[in-house]
T-cell receptor, first 114, second 111 residues
Framework: DVKVTQSSRYLVKRTGEKVFLECVQD?????MFWYRQDPGLGLRLIYF???????EKGDIPEGYSVSREKKERFSLILESASTNQTSMYLC?????????????FGEGSWLTVV | QKEVEQNSGPLSVPEGAIASLNCTYSDRGSQSFFWYRQYSGKSPELIMF????GDKEDGRFTAQLNKASQYVSLLIRDSQPSDSATYLCAVIRNSGYALNFGKGTSLLVTP
């Protein structure tokens, strides 16, 4: 089974704090993703990475950065947290492009910014 | 980016009935389509994917793809209360890596 681990499940941070969300996968997948999910807005792609040290912006990258120094680890960084970044953050991993490019999600990180 | 549209529901069906969930997409060139199920407070989990026109069956689930009409559907036979969840339709983005998701359809199966 694919295992995608998000170590921080529930966080409460103050406005302006720097926040790190970590994600680790054990399937040797090339691609890793960060989505956020909000009621009424669905799943929105923040950033993805298709290789170590490579990253691409998704639809809502503003206020976020990412780091992928090792294949199995993909970190999402909120440089200065704001209340509108209160959300559920989902890390996902996938094997490659094209047909059958299934992605698998971690359990999610619930972030509240106060 | 490729838009994916789903009726938000809720769709209510009695136990044992067939639930039919529909999804339309904007980009005629889209190739691969995915259905995920998401229980409240949990992360999405894959049900199945389809990339050829026609039907694909997996247990009680059947995905149907009609590229000419640009819609994908998911049928759940013999619906159970445990099938009550939000069902997300997704399509591969232009980059070929990530998925674009619809906002999901809420399904309620009543005993």
């Amino acid at each position: 089974d694919v295992k995608v681990t998000q170590s921080s499940r529930y966080l409460v941070k103050r406005t302006g704090e720097k926040v790190f969300l970590e994600c680790v996968q054990d399937m040797d997948h090339e691609n890793m993703f960060w989505y956020r999910q909000d009621p009424g807005l669905g799943l929105r792609l923040i950033y993805f990475s298709y290789d170590v040290k490579m990253k691409e912006k998704g639809d809502i990258p503003e206020g976020y950065s990412v780091s992928r120094e090792k294949k199995e680890r993909f970190s999402l960084i909120l440089e200065s947290a704001s209340t509108n970044q209160t959300s559920m953050y989902l890390c996902a991993t996938g094997g490659g492009g094209g047909a059958g490019n299934t992605i698998y999600f971690g359990e999610g990180s619930w972030l509240t910014v106060v | 980016q490729k838009e994916v549209e789903q009726n938000s529901g809720p769709l209510s069906v009695p136990e044992g009935a067939i639930a039919s969930l529909n999804c339309t997409y904007s980009d005629r060139g889209s190739q691969s389509f995915f259905w995920y199920r998401q229980y409240s407070g949990k992360s999405p989990e894959l049900i199945m994917f389809i990339y050829s026109n026609g039907d694909k069956e997996d247990g009680r689930f059947t995905a149907q793809l009609n590229k000419a009409s640009q819609y994908v559907s998911l049928l759940i036979r013999d619906s159970q209360p445990s099938d009550s969840a939000t069902y997300l339709c997704a399509v591969i983005r232009n980059s070929g890596y990530a998925l674009n998701f619809g906002k999901g359809t809420s399904l309620l199966v009543t005993p």
